[in-house]
């Protein structure tokens, strides 16, 4: 019989906690297959955040720590200057990334910390209920812009990879959107290409995924992926801003 | 032995470490201890050792967490505000039962303060300092030589118990020069591997390093584990001094700085036919309550001198548990009393206890 499918070894076999529709699952199957591919599993080291992917640990077949709320970056420099051999990665959330962790994500780009950054941007705080994160769209309705977002108020949302772009120290940037299958086959692309950047010792690689949160948007799975293509993909342009070749494909 | 060599005690504490096995250290600037991350950045990158200059104070700690969990020997250092904004980082360090040295070359505050030495963080330092039911050691050197051996010795006790460990200095035992010898000079490879590591789990199932505990039942057993840490600690592990106590009717309390000036208003009133002695508590947590409790029995009264406005006293008085009065003196804001006015401070109280 012939296997068409099967759980990357990366991967435990566990039930995740994530909510029905959410594109948490399919991220981390897209990194497992990748650490599978290349054969690091065994010499990775991830970290996790604060925020829905803080049981990360629990669901990869590798070494993990877990990291305080924005804080992984920093923790990842300490791992990674430690065992320079190791594959490093930190899986991070939008609050906790682009909100809470900005000083940590911009310092260790700018030192060209040789680890990958796996950023979900869902447009909003997950963990905690659905509040306004810096990702959130203009006029999205959130439990603390319950309004809809008011830029004269909180500002326009953050776009992460534009604002690394002007780092030297990032070997790959790139941001990708998880709302079909021909989208999640390059989001996997664009994840081999931020390990392989730091496999060549090519300094920082962040692969931001624009993603779903059905559960806190008030939609169901379908809705909230028609969502991500018309509503976050116009703001937040796809492609690559850096490449180690040095070339943009956007 | 080795040779004597005069050092700044700042520079001294690195050189112990690096002496102790440690090959890295994370940074960030605040006076006054810059001359520990900067004589770290000169001497670390000749031996194998990575020095990288945080973007914070919250980064820097959250790096020695990694760097620790990674299974080195790792330290930073800072001074009062930037302890404050490194209690995170090691409450997850506690919480994730990762050793490090964190040195703090306490100043004056609250706030931004001063930049003269203090004892304010007294209490920050020995009940926790960030959120959560944890402590971590704290070792308070009144010397360079002793901030030489208490380094080195709180990467043993780092690594013993799996938990933070603070060296409690302020800006007098960081700027001052001394004679020091290193009495030990360990490499990295001489040091046992540490099994729990996150190092990559080949041929083993993956080790987590993780603070996080969503069922109550769980955490409640990582902190009875851990208070079970605390009550080792607290047995093996209390460190002080004692001078001319046997005799000694008037007690003098003071730890580091304080005690070393305090030494010279013992001795003074010892020429005076006072009988006067000090209790020099080296480990603040643990802290010596034991002995305390027991000179008090013979004590007229005990006086807690602190470069603060009033701190370890309450420890004090806890271990005296009502045995004998016990009187407070101290300066703040980075004021340092002479031994002249401590004198003074000490006599007051002896002619009260005689009228």
């Known amino acids: 019989m012939k296997v068409v499918a099967r759980r990357p070894e990366s991967m435990m076999d566990k039930p995740t906690h994530y909510c029905p529709g959410c594109t948490h699952g399919i991220t981390h199957r897209l990194v497992a297959e990748v650490l599978d591919e290349m054969g690091i599993r065994e010499k990775t080291v991830g970290v996790a955040p604060v925020g829905c992917a803080v049981l990360a640990y629990e669901y990869y077949n590798c070494d993990f720590q877990q990291a305080a709320h924005g804080r992984a970056p920093a923790v990842a420099t300490g791992i990674k200057r430690v065992h320079p051999e190791n594959f490093v990665f930190t899986y991070q959330g939008d609050g906790d990334l682009a909100s809470i962790g900005t000083a940590e ?95 060549a010792g090519q300094g920082f690689s962040l692969v931001e995924l624009l993603s779903t949160c059905p559960t806190n948007w008030g939609m169901n799975p379908a809705e909230a992926l028609e969502w991500v293509e018309s509503n976050m993909v116009p703001y937040y342009p796809l492609g690559d801003f850096k490449t180690p070749e040095g070339g943009q494909d956007q | ?173 960081g700027q001052m020069m001394e004679p020091v010898e290193f009495k030990r000079d360990i490499s990295p490879e001489d040091l046992p591997d540490k099994e729990w590591a996150t190092v990559g789990n080949k041929g083993r199932k993956p080790n987590i390093i993780n603070s996080l505990s969503l069922q109550a039942e769980k955490l409640e057993e990582l902190n009875v584990r851990m208070q079970k840490k605390y009550q ?42 006072i009988k006067v002695g000090l209790i020099r508590p080296i480990s603040l947590f643990p802290f010596p309550d034991e002995v305390i409790g027991m000179v008090a029995e013979q004590a007229r009264f005990m006086l807690t001198l602190e470069m603060n406005c009033g701190q370890m006293v309450e420890d004090v008085r806890l271990a005296v548990n009502g045995r004998c009065p016990v009187y407070f003196y101290g300066r703040s804001g980075g004021v340092v009393p002479t031994t002249g006015e401590i004198y003074e401070q000490l006599m007051e109280q002896v002619r009260g206890e005689k009228e």
């Open chain 1, 105 to 199: 994500i911009i310092h260790a780009a700018m030192r060209g910390e040789n680890f990958t950054t796996i950023f979900i941007n869902n447009a909003i705080y997950g963990m905690t209920g659905g509040q306004m994160a810096p990702t959130t769209m203009i006029g999205q309705k959130t439990t603390t812009s319950p309004y809809g977002r008011d830029a004269s108020q909180a500002g326009q949302p953050i776009r992460v990879v534009e604002m690394l772009s002007t780092l030297q120290g990032a070997g790959y940037l790139s941001r990708v959107a998880l709302y079909n299958n021909r989208e999640i086959k390059k989001a996997k692309k664009a994840i081999r290409k931020a390990f392989e950047t730091q496999k």
């Open chain 2, 1 to 173: 032995m080795a040779d004597k060599i005069l050092m700044k005690g700042n520079e001294a504490i690195g050189e112990a470490a690096i002496k102790s096995g440690c090959r890295y250290f994370f940074g960030y600037p605040i006076t006054p201890q810059n001359e520990l991350p900067a004589y770290m950045a000169r001497r670390l990158p000749n031996e194998d050792g990575v020095f990288c200059q945080a973007e914070s104070e919250i980064g820097a700690i959250n790096m020695v967490y990694g760097a620790s969990a990674s299974g080195a020997r790792v330290m930073t250092s800072s001074s009062s505000p930037g302890i404050s904004l490194k209690q995170e980082g090691i409450s997850y360090m506690a919480g994730s039962e990762l050793p490090g040295v964190i040195v703090n070359i306490t100043r004056g505050g609250p706030g931004l303060g001063g930049i003269q030495p203090a004892q304010s963080d007294y209490f920050q330092a020995v009940k926790g300092g960030g959120h959560g039911d944890y402590r971590t050691l704290v070792l308070a050197p009144q010397s360079v030589q002793e901030a030489v051996d208490l380094t080195m010795e709180a990467f043993d006790l780092a690594d013993k118990y799996r938990n933070p460990v603070l060296i409690l200095g302020d800006g007098m035992i």
């Open chain 2, 232 to 273: 080792q600690m607290k047995e093996e592990e209390v460190r002080f001094e004692t001078i001319k106590t046997e005799d000694a009717e008037y007690v003098i309390v003071a730890f580091g700085s304080m005690a070393r000036i305090a030494m010279g208003a013992v001795e003074k009133a010892r020429e005076e036919g």
